[in-house]
């Protein structure tokens, strides 16, 4: 099985690459799962029906998210329906939407991180939890955690080594180079990237955040300019056993 896990998407620039991309990138790697993280894909914060509509009809399945999920309120109403769209699980008990999904024999998982991030349930042990409760067993497990601190998403993907077959980070919108096979089988990456304009800081506009972190003054950031950058990585997974087999890093230029 053939899983591609796609970084974070900013805004127009994003999801217009997403568009240009996926046909080939599906067709190319003879993929059978697309994941991408979504919490940005509406002006560079959250998401909006519309948005969401326009990535899935590009060829993405599942749509994560994470601490922006809020930001577009006219999504929450959608979070309960069938639309393949998830919030992180381990928010806490009554809040819309789900943490989790089944993608056919696959099951899908957004998971938020607490370190330098807000408030969240414990993703640890929100997560063993699940796996306790399943009654089938998947044929693969995905997690996409967004989380900040790279030393929590190491710490998740030893945790769950060999229960899942894959733990991915997001968030961060900068790639990282550690793709690996953890020593009982689950794939990992501390962050996969982003999708988004490549003269940018972590996809904003360069003089906005400069100016930010000058002044301390608030302000919103609007997109970043220029060309695209994709980021994503591509799972291959036993069938079986649920153990990844390879995890490589797939990064293109986009217009």
Not at 155 to 171: E, I, K, N
Not at 213 to 231: D, E, Q, W, Y
Request: net charge negative; with cysteine; proline share 5%.
């Amino acid at each position: 099985m053939r899983i591609l896990l796609v970084g974070d998407i900013i805004g127009r620039p994003g999801r217009r690459a997403v568009h240009n991309l996926m046909p080939g990138l599906r067709r190319d790697l003879q993929l059978d799962l697309v994941v991408a993280n979504a919490e940005n894909a509406a002006g560079g914060k959250g998401l909006t029906p519309e948005t969401a509509e326009e990535l899935l009809q590009s060829g993405v399945d599942v749509l994560t998210s994470g601490n922006h999920i809020w930001a577009q309120r006219e999504i929450i109403p959608l979070l309960d329906t069938e639309m393949p769209i998830l919030r992180p699980l381990n928010y806490a008990p009554g809040v819309p939407g789900r943490g989790y999904l089944w993608w056919q024999t696959v099951l899908v998982v957004s998971l938020a991180g607490r370190t330098f991030m807000g408030d969240a349930d414990c993703p640890f042990r929100a997560m063993n939890h699940l796996l306790q409760k399943l009654e089938t067993k998947p044929e693969a497990i995905v997690i996409d955690f967004h989380a900040e601190a790279t030393s929590e998403k190491n710490a998740m993907g030893r945790y769950l080594d060999g229960r899942v077959s894959a733990v991915v980070g997001t968030h961060t919108h900068v790639g990282t180079i550690d793709t690996r096979i953890l020593p009982r089988g689950t794939a990992y990456v501390t962050d996969i990237g982003m999708v988004g304009p490549s003269d940018s800081i972590i996809g904003d506009d360069v003089d906005e955040v400069i100016k930010r972190f000058l002044t301390h003054m608030p302000s919103r950031l609007s997109v970043g300019k220029g060309a695209n950058i994709f980021n994503s990585v591509l799972v291959e997974v036993e069938l079986g056993t649920g153990r990844a087999t390879s995890i490589i890093r797939v990064d293109r230029e986009a217009v």
